[in-house]
């Protein structure tokens, strides 16, 4: 006896609630050992990789070179929080003045004012891109990140899975790549260099910097002068 229309119907409802609840457990499940255990790969790295394979290219592997909070130069976090998300050591994931500023009040279509733990949960577990389905996903991953890791916590993984030009990924191998030093080693005018390609990675570069690259980096040091220098990193424990 062949299947009908119900029974098919039901079938193919059955198996994509067991696939929600598949994708969710995951979700939950990294959220969890996130919190202690470094991130090999992030959603972007995974999407990146995909589209290098199918152009038939398959030398190139997308990874991060993991770095702990204390390899990492102050500067740095300071240059994204400064550059990114200035009320970040205060917000629980959103920064509420700046939700009317995701709609285009032109035309309708969402833009950018993501928070550094709204990026952190998109680079992490969802796919690039704009939708009001994604939208939504990262605004209840968010919250699962701030319920769970700690200020600090984000931030070292925001920095290591970051995408900072075409196939490099992580504070890391950025320093590596275009300063020729670790991370830890990064200098206020490195790391304000480095966060003004953050917007657009594959547009930006920080090796060959336009004017407008060099005007957001003179605002973003201006922007870390104004927030009080290391110091600031140290008084919110980050």
Excluded at 61 to 73: L, M, P, T
Excluded at 102 to 112: P, S
Excluded at 153 to 169: H, P
């Amino acid at each position: 006896m062949g299947i009908g229309k119900g029974q098919l119907l039901s079938f193919c409802k059955r198996w994509l609630l067991r696939l929600i609840v598949s994708i969710v457990g995951l979700w939950l499940a990294g959220i969890v050992l996130f919190a202690f255990l470094p991130v090999p790969f992030s959603a972007v790295m995974a999407e990146r990789q995909v589209g290098v394979w199918l152009k038939g290219e398959f030398s190139w592997v997308a990874h991060s070179d993991w770095v702990s909070r204390e390899e990492i130069s102050p500067w740095m976090l300071l240059a994204v929080i400064a550059a990114e998300d200035q009320k970040f050591p205060q917000h629980w994931g959103f920064d509420v003045e700046a939700i009317e500023s995701v709609l285009d009040k032109q035309n309708g279509r969402m833009r950018g004012a993501s928070t550094l733990s709204q990026q952190t949960a998109k680079n992490l577990f969802l796919w690039d891109g704009r939708s009001w389905l994604r939208k939504g996903l990262e605004a209840g991953l968010t919250l699962g990140l701030e319920g769970v890791w700690s200020k600090r916590r984000i931030l070292t993984v925001y920095l290591n899975i970051a995408e900072f030009g075409d196939g490099i990924f992580g504070v890391e191998a950025a320093a590596q790549r275009y300063f020729h030093k670790p991370a830890s080693r990064l200098t206020m005018t490195e790391a304000a260099l480095l966060a003004a390609v953050l917007p657009n990675p594959l547009r930006f570069r920080a090796d060959a910097p336009s004017g407008y690259v060099r005007q957001r980096q003179a605002w973003i040091m201006r922007q870390m002068r104004q927030l009080g220098g290391t110091t600031y990193i140290q008084q919110h424990r980050l």
